[in-house]
């Protein structure tokens, strides 16, 4: 049978895959094409650093089992929605029961002469404007002395349902080892955070509750003090407008002077709304709630979990591990992680930080890398084949990585840049790393016709080459 001809084209995140944010986060298209050229259906894949964990979701669809590691609990989280998500009608019914019970607390906070205010837009601790709606139009309005005092800022503020989140010291990201919640959040938003968590425990259904979680987890950047305000610049005229945007929360814990907060409520309920668009979309086009092959899913440290997967039992490694000290996972994710009350293994994660307290350095990363890598040879069948995505300055990673050839009997079959869609950068920090993600393809054992035809399939990908990469970091 002939197989169809390879297409790379990246078509960006879109419906469920867009609806919470991940670092690092890779386009699936990538993926795809290695699950549907080195695997067949019934094999067994691994992906040692999960992620936001769509490639779990691809492999089921495509028929293959899946085990998936991550030391992020969120990750796990995000992975077990794709795989089970719940069904749209029951998200619909779970969603007005809350609101409803949610509605005195919004009505007694956020309403001001009669209307719902959905956003306040602060210059520290002053207040210049505030928005209601008024027919489903945007209304700007200006504050007087009693909205001051009724909005101001307070600090006090005991969380009662989740935990505090652990900051440590690391410029790069905003955060130091002082930073507390309540600099991160009002005390309106703390507070209904609080409380939706309570709404959302009452829930029986075991998908729709998870679900309901990382709605709040993915929504909690926005009700933030980090939603920073765009003032924008004419299109045709140039000028810069007197209009005031709301931006969103980007990366790290940067908490602008001048802010937008925006009642809670709408930035859950704007994400319910996309999360509802994919399921109804993923509905309509697949058996999405029909699972087709095994998924095992661990939470840890990938150098501990791999020891309990059987030798030379997996035909297709996929991963892309953290790239050196391009981004800190656990620690920006820890506004998520604190908020859904997950516990989180700082020590043991694969990172090199800025943040001095937490002792990760290159050679600490190196060593762990060489282990898991160690280990991935371990349970990767003969002939089965390791794809990793690398992107490190450091000499030191990429020599971990390209001694991989002389250690072991790996063998290089060939690598190709990663391509990403136009709008895919803001999830990434390019500083820190090299131009490119290059993906580098491994085989155990090599069978030469077989990589041959491997290689002359996979030959139209871009940049596609049989050499390694020079290591040519530039530092
Ligand atoms: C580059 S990201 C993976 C991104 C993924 N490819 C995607 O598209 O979303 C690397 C992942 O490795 C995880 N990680 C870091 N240290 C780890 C460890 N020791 N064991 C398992 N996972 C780890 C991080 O939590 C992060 O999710």
Redesign the pocket.
């Known amino acids: 049978m002939t197989k169809e001809k390879i297409d790379l084209e990246v078509k960006g995140y879109k419906g469920l895959e867009a609806f919470h944010k991940?670092w690092?986060?890779?386009p699936i298209e990538s993926w795809n094409i290695l699950i549907n050229e080195l695997s067949t259906p019934g094999d067994l894949l691994l992906d040692?650093?999960?992620?936001?964990g769509?490639?779990a979701r691809e492999s089921i669809d495509k028929n293959r089992s899946f085990v998936g590691?991550?030391?992020?609990p969120i990750?796990i989280e995000l992975t077990n929605f794709f795989l089970n998500p719940p069904k749209a009608k029951d998200l619909i019914s779970a969603f007005e029961k809350i609101e409803k019970n949610m509605k005195k607390y919004l009505t007694k906070t956020y309403t001001w002469e009669n209307e719902i205010v959905t956003h306040i837009l602060w210059n520290d601790k002053d207040v210049s404007e505030y928005w209601v709606k008024r027919k489903n139009k945007k209304i700007v309005l200006a504050p007087d002395e009693e909205f001051r005092k009724k909005f101001k800022k307070v600090k006090k503020y005991t969380i009662k349902n989740f935990r505090k989140p652990e900051f440590f010291n690391n410029a790069r990201i905003n955060t130091n080892n002082n930073l507390d919640i309540s600099d991160i959040f009002t005390v309106r938003a703390l507070e209904f955070i609080d409380l939706l968590l309570l709404e959302i425990a009452k829930e029986k259904n075991t998908s729709v509750k998870r679900a309901l979680r990382l709605l709040l987890s993915s929504s909690a950047g926005q009700m933030s003090n980090m939603v920073f305000a765009v003032t924008s610049r004419g299109k045709t005229t140039g000028k810069v407008s007197t209009r005031t945007e709301v931006g969103s929360w980007a990366i790290g814990y940067w908490r602008p002077q001048t802010h937008f907060e925006v009642n809670p409520w709408f930035c859950f309920e704007n994400k319910k709304n996309k999360m509802l668009k994919g399921l109804l979309e993923a509905e309509k086009v697949s058996s999405l709630n029909v699972n087709k092959g095994v998924a095992k899913l661990m939470l840890g440290?990938?150098?501990k979990k791999l020891k309990n997967i059987e030798d030379s039992s997996i035909q297709l490694i996929l991963t892309?591990?953290?790239?050196g000290d391009r981004i800190p996972?656990?620690e920006l994710s820890e506004l998520w992680n604190s908020i859904l009350g997950f516990k989180v293994d700082f020590k043991?994660?694969?990172?090199v930080s800025n943040a001095k307290e937490r002792s990760k350095s290159d050679s600490d990363y190196t060593k762990k890398f060489t282990n898991i890598i160690n280990e991935c040879y371990r349970v990767l069948k003969d002939n089965g084949y390791l794809a990793i995505m690398f992107n490190s300055k450091s000499k030191e990673h990429w020599d971990a990585l390209v001694s991989m050839q002389d250690g072991y009997k790996l063998n290089f079959v060939g690598r190709y840049n990663m391509n990403y869609s136009a709008g895919s950068i803001v999830q990434d920090n390019r500083e820190g790393g090299l131009k490119n993600d290059y993906v580098l393809i491994f085989a155990k054992g090599l069978d030469s016709t077989k990589t041959k035809s491997i290689r002359n399939r996979l030959k139209v990908l871009p940049e596609w080459s049989n050499k390694l990469p020079e290591a040519k970091h530039d530092s």
């Open positions: 991940y690092g986060k890779k040692p650093f999960l992620g936001s769509l490639v590691i991550d030391i992020n990750s440290d990938s150098e892309d591990p953290p790239h996972y656990l043991n994660e694969l990172v």
